[in-house]
């Protein structure tokens, strides 16, 4: 299943594309503005992204320069100017595709599709590739249950890496204990919460450089615990 990032300052319109997206089989993330949708392009595995081009904090051409400097992945980029320069200045920075507001949300998805069969077919890497989630020094290689830290390997029990992978796929969003113990142990489980905090300390050590001031995995007092990246 293809992984799809939207970075749109405009929740309605990004929403609207999540949903005709999701409908046809895709996963989809949002980000609302320039440098977390950066931030999460760069550290995160996605087959393709939809990039607005007026955004907060870092624009669209910036975020397109960035991710083409490290990534080949299909990039649309979508904007309610209609300037033929933008539109140039867009694809000479590596665009795939430039897509003026407002516009069919099938054709979007039309679109995405012939991106992502045209990109799997001139690479030929989609199927041998494992799905990964890269966060700066940290891989975890989901289809092989493998987890590297500086491109040394870490092992890690079932559980442990159950909970690493669903914090990871989950950045920048709080779960208590609760919701955690529920996702990781089931809610018909024999146990403790506590084990959540067991394990939690378990991750950190293998993980963290220093796991008394985490990078990875923040504690939010009174809330639980979230994966910063």
């Not at 069969?117 to 940290?138: F, T, V």
Request: with cysteine; charged share 35%.
């Amino acid at each position: 299943m293809s992984k799809i990032l939207i970075i749109e300052d405009e929740q309605s319109i990004a929403e609207l594309e999540r949903d005709y997206l999701e409908i046809n089989g895709y996963t989809v993330d949002i980000e609302n503005s320039g440098d977390k949708g950066l931030q999460r392009a760069l550290n995160m595995d996605y087959d393709l992204i939809i990039l607005d081009l007026m955004l907060p904090k870092v624009d669209g051409f910036e975020i397109c320069r960035k991710i083409r400097g490290e990534k080949d992945i299909p990039i649309i980029m979508i904007s309610a100017k209609k300037e033929d320069i933008d539109k140039i200045r867009g694809l000479g920075l590596g665009a795939d595709d430039y897509m003026s507001k407002p516009f069919s949300p099938g054709e979007l998805v039309a679109r995405v599709k012939a991106h992502l069969s045209r990109y799997e077919r001139l690479s030929g890497r989609k199927e041998a590739r494992n799905d990964e989630i890269r966060i700066h020094g940290l891989r975890i290689d989901k289809t092989a249950h493998r987890v590297f830290v500086n491109e040394k390997e870490i092992t890690f029990t079932t559980k442990e890496f159950d909970l690493l992978c669903y914090l990871a796929i989950n950045p920048d969003r709080v779960f208590s204990k609760e919701q955690l113990f529920d996702h990781i142990w089931g809610m018909d489980a024999m146990g403790e919460i506590a084990t959540v905090t067991v394990h939690i300390r378990k991750l950190r050590e293998k993980i963290e450089l220093d796991p008394s001031d985490p990078q990875y995995i923040e504690t939010i007092w009174g809330a639980g615990y979230r994966f910063r990246i």
